[in-house]
């Protein structure tokens, strides 16, 4: 990884009935660090060290409360090698074909225990990567957007399995350098595909907007973008957008996080003629380098050496 670059995974989760869901990131290079902007402030070049800005954020929603967490840590909390993150006391790791993580975090900033498991079944692997900058600095690759996730949680009290989606980013300079903002989703339609659609702000002013169909046999479409759909902004107004068949609004149908410069949402649309319910998020980059907003983050992202 190069100095001031980074790598994320990324896992979201809805359960069979709709009630319950998860997001869960592990970072290196954390990209909503804080501190790890404040070095590459710092260090010449930008150049700072990747592996001491690590963290795992995750997020409970549904019948047994709501929960999110990401404390930061540095990089003696960092262990990997070629099937295993570790960073302080949860770790993810590919063992007999699935993902399995443990979860051991505190929320902020009133504490509280997250502590808990979940394996995810890839139905396939997906291998191939996306650049998302003309110049090939950041890529998006979809590992698993069909699968089946288990979920047993304790604290709080989370059982219950459902659909999951897995990808890698990775890229080699910060993310604000190259893009102002995006929307991406990823919808599991009615019979068990997956349609993931992104669309990027790039700062060099060329557009990006991907449209992708995913089976379950590892088999991966690209189609038409539908038209835009306008959503309403947030709390903090960040600007939401998304796509949906000619004819068909989209509609939030739950807010999951809302923040000066990040919103989750869930999104209900229409695509190739289904209903689906979508995992959404909206990111604006400039929010995010605001000075207010750096100042308020450590509020919610603590820092740990380990």
Not at 78 to 83: E, F, G, I, K, S
Not at 97 to 107: Q, R
Not at 120 to 135: H, I, R, S, W
């Amino acid at each position: 990884m190069a100095p001031g670059g980074y790598a994320w995974w990324y896992v979201d989760a809805l359960s069979d009935d709709g009630d319950s869901g998860l997001t869960l990131i592990a970072f290196v290079g954390s990209v909503f660090s804080p501190y790890y902007a404040w070095q590459r402030r710092r260090a010449p070049g930008g150049a700072a060290d990747a592996t001491d800005h690590c963290a795992i954020n995750i997020a409970l929603y549904g019948r047994g409360g709501k929960r999110w967490a990401m404390t930061e840590r540095g990089r003696a909390a960092l262990a990997r090698d070629a099937t295993t993150l570790r960073v302080g006391p949860s770790a993810l790791r590919w063992r007999n074909g699935a993902l399995e993580a443990e979860i051991d975090e505190v929320t902020v900033p009133i504490p509280s225990r997250v502590r808990g498991r979940l394996r995810v079944e890839p139905l396939a692997v997906m291998t191939q990567p996306y650049a998302l900058d003309a110049g090939g600095v950041h890529h998006w690759q979809p590992i698993a957007p069909c699968a089946r996730i288990d979920v047993e949680f304790e604290h709080p009290p989370h059982v219950w399995r459902g659909h999951a989606y897995v990808d890698h980013n990775r890229g080699d300079a910060p993310l604000e350098r190259h893009f102002a903002r995006w929307d991406w989703s990823r919808a599991t339609l009615p019979g068990g595909d997956v349609v993931v659609l992104y669309d990027v702000e790039r700062r060099d002013g060329t557009p990006l907007s991907l449209a992708l169909r995913f089976d379950a046999a590892g088999r991966v479409a690209g189609f038409s973008p539908p038209p835009p759909a306008a959503l309403p902004t947030t709390g903090w107004r960040i600007a939401r957008g998304t796509r949906s068949d000619a004819g068909h609004p989209a509609r939030v149908r739950a807010t999951l996080e809302d923040t000066p410069f990040y919103a989750r949402s869930l999104v209900e649309m229409r695509l190739h003629g289904e209903p689906a319910t979508a995992v959404h998020e909206s990111l604006s980059l400039d929010r995010f380098t605001a000075p207010i907003v750096q100042a308020m983050l450590p509020f919610r992202m603590p820092r740990r050496a380990r």
